[in-house]
Each structure stands twice: as structure tokens, then as C-alpha cells.
């Protein structure tokens, strides 16, 4: 059965809130640490996690242009031009006052604002040793992931199936392997490789 709108915001913003609370611990030198997204350290991650709370759509829409409408280029500048002119107390305050924003990925929807923030909140938290987020999170993420979301992140599970063990996900057609959510999502995701 898929979730409601009303259990997907719930679960946004107790992932927003969780993160929030991670990153208020987290030593300056955390900060700069490697993410597991390539080349951005913790606070590109944050910087590009609340850059569509600081960014209107003419704004976006001219970045876009600027990086010839590649999004991922677009990403990696705007990240990393956000933490040149803000401290990362300002990314932080930002993820705050924003724990409740509706913002949605375009096309995306609640399900495409649950999986960036599971994802990004995984990129900060898997290299540092954090807490992840429940698997009833991370399987709600995986439960919305259509063949459109897996390959965007060029992953190719012909052969593979991978089947949850601590909820009930399955994913590809093929073998079996078995691995908790968290690990099917950071493979899914490109973080990892196909076991």
C-alpha cells in the first residue's frame, strides 16, 4: 500500500529534524569532512540539502542556464558557492527554519523530497559513523523508487534482486542477496557497489 501524503510529510520532517540534530553536534572539523558524495565534503551536502529553501525559481532557472542545463553542474557550483559566503551555522539555521518546508523536488513530489533528504542525510552520516535513519524511513524511499529514480544514478540490477532484511523491500529480478534498506539504498544510489 503506498503512504499517504500525510505520512510522507511526517516522515520528511522527522528526517529534517533528525539531521538537524546530528549536525548541531557535529565538530567543526566534521564539517569538513568527506561526504560520500564525490568531491563535497558535509557542508556541500547541507549547502546543496537547503539550497531549494534559499532559491527561487528565477534564481534556479538562471544557475541552470548558466551550467548549460546540467543539473549536476549546476549542483556541485551552487553548493560549493553557498559555503564560500555562508558559515556553516548558517546552513544549519537554514535546515532549522526549514524542517517543515513544502518544498518538492520538480516531478518529484513528497516521495522525491523524502528521498533527497534520506539520501543526502546517508552521504553526511554513513562516513562519519552517525545514527541512520529507521528503516521504515528508508523503505518508504525505496518503496516509491520507480525505473526512472533507479536509473538516474546508473545503477544496473539485471541479474540482482535485493530483498530487505529488516522490512519487507525487494528490488531487481535475479539472485537473492539480502541487505538491511540502508544498504540496498546506498547501492541503488550509487554509494556503493553491487554486492
Not at 106 to 123: R, T
Request: with cysteine; proline share 8%.
Amino acid at each position: 500500500m503506498s503512504p499517504t501524503d500525510a505520512e510522507l510529510k511526517q516522515h520528511i520532517h522527522a528526517e529534517r529534524e533528525r539531521l538537524t540534530c546530528l549536525l548541531t553536534d557535529l565538530p567543526a572539523q566534521g564539517w569538513d569532512s568527506p561526504s560520500l558524495c564525490e568531491g563535497w565534503r558535509v557542508r556541500e551536502v547541507v549547502a546543496h540539502m537547503t539550497a531549494p529553501f534559499r532559491t527561487s525559481l528565477p534564481r534556479f532557472v538562471a544557475g541552470l542556464a548558466a551550467a548549460r542545463f546540467s543539473f549536476d553542474r549546476y549542483a556541485d557550483r551552487s553548493a560549493r558557492k553557498d559555503t564560500t559566503r555562508m558559515p556553516d551555522a548558517a546552513l544549519l539555521a537554514c535546515l532549522r527554519e526549514n524542517v517543515t518546508n513544502e518544498w518538492r523536488p520538480p516531478g518529484g513530489g513528497l516521495a522525491g523530497a523524502l528521498s533527497h533528504d534520506v539520501i543526502h542525510g546517508l552521504d553526511m552520516t554513513e562516513p562519519l559513523g552517525l545514527p541512520a535513519p529507521p528503516a521504515e524511513r528508508v523503505a518508504l524511499v525505496l518503496a516509491s523508487a520507480d525505473d526512472r529514480s533507479l536509473s538516474y544514478f546508473g545503477v544496473d540490477l539485471t541479474g540482482v534482486r535485493l530483498r530487505g532484511t529488516d522490512a519487507d523491500i525487494e528490488l531487481g529480478t535475479g539472485e537473492p542477496v539480502e541487505l538491511p534498506v540502508k544498504d540496498i539504498l546506498l547501492t541503488v544510489s550509487g554509494r556503493r557497489p553491487l554486492p
